[in-house]
């Protein structure tokens, strides 16, 4: 029985016509948490975890070339207490305001963040909030009976790896991080950070998608917007003093789903959702497109892109990558001239949503694509070489059709990327870990970690991506086949730098996995964890709030829409010409002018 969506041997079964049955346990393994009395003062929680075991993570290869990082030394030193066996000392760092972690000892890939390292490589202090009486809050009750029935047995939520809700559990993932983490600390007092912990998307999700906040949700609107804590200490039962001592600039809010946020407003697109993030904490989200980044460099800054979850087992212990290479030993191969390398160079398969013009022309592309460069006649896919021996070339489709999308990015060498509801998806991420190069039609889309428009992280996606203009596709002036092409002689590099990415976008380690490790509370130990610790590590304290607050004050435009394919520039710019010589004064022409300077200057993508 297949449990979780996680991929088994019928899905290449499905695709030879071959019966094979291979039976997967379920467990009941998940993580609980106690009762604790509602209290409106600050505390040490009752409610945390049972200490947790030794972990012992896997081996894993060396990618990832981190920054070099500056010892600093202590001049005093805390007493250890002693031990029956003699222990090396701590590697200790002193965490600045916009620095790294000083222990330069270890590289960023060999770090152990797990609580059971008693040599934390990152001296950042991170304080959980775990409420009195959360076992009790809706939002909490949710997402543990969820977790439970995906626990138990097949399931459709957030919780099932392979759900399309599973890419918004980034709430989820980063709570079973920071509490099982070595740079959690249990006294407020001490923190550089604090981790607010709220499960929102389930919440809004699992009660009919109402347009208005939750009492949650209105309680850190209220905090975020207008420094109230009232909402806050009656909503979440606890106090608003470390809030209040840096107006929560030291407070990390995840933002789950690109689309929605503390307010669920439908059809909002363009910077709508993302507003909320000109607020003093540190926001760790999905998506900023590049256009609100050249709008706000320095709030763009202040938070944090993250890479969507992917929790689905068959991502981490092989599964998808072995459906793969039977799939192409029995299916693929036989049609294929003797060579090399994955047999088909491109794949796309998904439904017609988002920019609905980009997604059709590439379908129409790949279907008429030359039977000398691999064409067969489908929409989907498009094979490395001219195809020989295929007696019935309908069935043949369809048994690659058969094949689980997931396992067929680990057969191509190159994967469109289009935007989904927002400039981003989920599929690009994918991609990246299935070692299938991106190609990204979406001229807004700003990948996690990067240097893109004018951030500071530590990925370059040029070095690992291929982009495609959006207007082109849709206008059907360009090709992505072409730009394929272009790029194969380059194949060998983008792969290089694409295992790095890969193993910086995965929250979870390669291992053996045998339920999704979202349903175990299974502690995130891939690279995307210690990227993101590096990340908060210089924006401790509240460190580059202020740069931000006076950014956000100053005129801006609020551009709520998005455009498909090419950005009607002149017609925008007429527009708001008009709008400006219609403006009753320099308060009202501020944010006109905003946005002439935008769209004079290129900065508005989509």
Known sequence: MRTNGGPTWR???????????????TTNNFYSLSAARPSTEFHESPYAPAPLAPYYPPKQPRPYTSVKRVVRKETKEEPRKPTTTPQPPPLKA??????????????LESWDLHASNARCPSSLKVYVYEYPGMRDMVWHRHAEEQRRQCAQGPCRT????????????????LYDFFRQSCVRTRNPDEADLFFVTHFGDILYRATGRKNDPSPWEQALLDLVEKNDPRAWERTFNTSA???????????????????????????????????QQLTAPVWISLELSKSFAGEYPACAQKNIVAPYPIPGRGWHNGEWGNVAATAQKRLLDPHLPSG?????????????????????????????????????????FVLRDRPVKIKDEDTFRRRVAALPRQAAMFLADFCPCPEGDSPSAKRQYDAVIAGCVPVVASDDALWAFSNEAG????????????????????????????????????????????????????????????????????????????????????????????????????????????????????????????????????????????????????????
């Open 241 to 275: 003093k470390y809030w209040q001592r840096r107006h929560g600039a030291d407070h990390i809010l995840v933002q789950p789903a690109p689309v929605t946020g503390l307010r669920h407003p439908k059809g909002v697109r363009g910077w709508g959702h993302y507003l």
């Open 340 to 380: 090399d390398g994955r047999p088909l160079t491109t794949y796309f398969r998904a439904g017609d949503h988002g920019c609905v013009p980009v997604r059709k022309a590439i379908k129409r592309e790949f279907k008429n694509a030359a039977r000398s460069r691999g064409g067969v006649g489908d929409q989907a």
């Open 158 to 173: 957030h919780f099932n790896g392979e759900h399309l809700l599973a890419q918004f559990t980034l709430e989820h993932v």
């Open 11 to 25: 899905h290449v079964a499905a695709a030879l016509g071959v019966g094979i049955l291979i039976g997967v346990a």
């Open 94 to 107: 002193q965490v600045d305001d916009d620095t790294e972690s000083g222990n330069a000892e270890d590289s």
């Open 455 to 606: 951030l500071d992280g530590p990925l370059d996606p040029s070095e690992f991506a291929l982009h495609v203009p959006e207007a082109g596709l849709a206008q059907r002036n360009a090709s992505l086949l072409e730009a394929v092409d272009a790029a194969r002689s380059r194949l060998d590099a983008l792969r290089s730098h694409g295992s790095k990415a890969a193993w910086a976008y995965r929250y979870y380690a390669p291992g053996a996995y045998e339920h999704d490790p979202l349903v175990q509370g299974r502690f995130p130990d891939g690279g995307a964890t210690k990227v993101l610790v590096r990340e908060l590590e210089r924006r401790a304290r509240g460190s580059r709030w202020p740069a931000c607050e006076a950014e956000a004050k100053r005129p801006h435009m609020k551009f709520t829409k998005q455009f498909c394919g090419a950005v009607p520039v002149q017609a925008e710019l007429r527009k708001y010409r008009a709008a400006l010589a219609r403006a009753p004064n320099d308060a009202a022409r501020a944010p006109i002018r905003a946005a002439i300077a935008a769209y004079e200057a290129g900065r508005i993508y989509r």
